[in-house]
């Protein structure tokens, strides 16, 4: 079947509560999915370069909140009735989240090579909408940190990319990142 062929409006969205019951039952058990926008998206396995820029990132960011906020490495994110992505790097508020993730972040970080698409479409959509206030995409195939600040609605009203030099995230101030110790 061609999704094109069916109206978006017969169309029905799966739930986030719908979902992470699934997620409890094991019906997606060996398969990496996320839910963006009602749908099940595959998420692209990762390479060698993607996994350690992860990594870089990993360290970096727990370096520059410790105590100060959480550090989520590919854990999801519950920022709406009908989406839970799982960003590659999350830096989320303080709190306890045994009983449900987060809802909100102070900056998301996609780290891309294939998923650039998705990242810069409806990722970006759905973190803006979420008022997530920075969203980062690593762009591996371009050797180059795409910045975006100041949600609007659904989408940044400050979006830089930067190629070489450094960035600092806007809650955390003293945390600047190379981007040469990326790439």
């Not at 370069?49 to 410790?66: I, P, Q, T, Y």
């Not at 980062?136 to 190629?163: F, M, Q």
Request: hydrophobic share 45%; glycine share 8%; no cysteine.
């Amino acid at each position: 079947m061609d999704p094109r062929e069916i109206d978006p409006e017969t169309l029905r969205p799966l739930r986030r509560d719908e979902y992470e019951r699934l997620v409890r039952l094991g019906a997606f058990e060996g398969e990496r999915v996320e839910l963006l926008e009602g749908a099940l998206v595959h998420m692209s396995p990762h390479g060698p370069l993607h996994a350690d820029v992860v990594d870089r990132l990993g360290a970096w960011a727990f370096r520059v909140v410790a105590g100060q906020a959480r550090v989520r490495v590919q854990s999801a994110l519950a920022l709406s009735v009908e989406s839970v992505p799982e960003p590659d790097l999350a830096i989320v508020p303080l709190g306890d989240y045994r009983a449900a993730h987060p809802s909100t972040a102070l900056l998301v970080v996609e780290v891309a090579d294939s998923s650039l698409r998705k990242d810069r479409g409806p990722k970006a959509r759905l973190y803006a909408s979420a008022g997530v206030p920075e969203y980062w995409i690593v762009d591996l195939v371009g050797k180059a940190l795409v910045v975006h600040r100041a949600p609007e609605g659904e989408s940044y009203a400050d979006a830089r990319t930067l190629a070489s030099g450094s960035v600092t995230p806007l809650a955390f101030p003293a945390g600047t990142l190379v981007l040469d110790d990326l790439f």
